[in-house]
Nanobody, 125 residues
């Protein structure tokens, strides 16, 4: 069974930073493309960023380009999402998800079969 677990969420002031972690339990993330998604209250889940198996391809939603950075640490079986210059509109539950796209990296949530439980990020003064 593929289990993903997110951590690192919390309350931060506008302009602050957080780093989210996504760790695989019971399996290696090395063989999966990983995506980060978020869902704000009353809104649909949206793709934030994703990274390919090799780490050579990365994609970002326009709303986070230049502020968020996705990376992966194979030794720690972990994928990170560094979030900087946070805004109140970044508030939501952040999920990581795993899939295998064989080069066709994407941010379509319906294409990812494995999901974590999410971590809450709140940006507020």
């Amino acid at each position: 069974q593929l289990l993903l677990a997110e951590s690192g969420g919390g309350l931060v002031q506008p302009g602050g930073s957080l780093r989210l972690s996504c760790i695989g339990s019971g399996f290696s993330l090395d063989y999966y493309d990983i995506g980060w998604f978020r869902q704000a209250p009353g809104k649909e889940r949206e793709g934030v960023s994703c990274i390919s198996i090799s780490g050579g391809k990365r994609k970002y939603a326009d709303s986070v380009k230049g502020r968020f950075v996705i990376s992966r640490d194979y030794a720690k079986n972990t994928v990170y999402l560094a979030m900087n210059s946070l805004k109140p509109e970044d508030t939501g539950v952040y999920y990581c998800a795993a899939g295998q796209f064989f080069g066709d990296l994407n941010l379509l949530s319906s294409e990812y079969p494995y999901w974590g439980q999410g971590t809450q990020v709140t940006v507020s003064s």
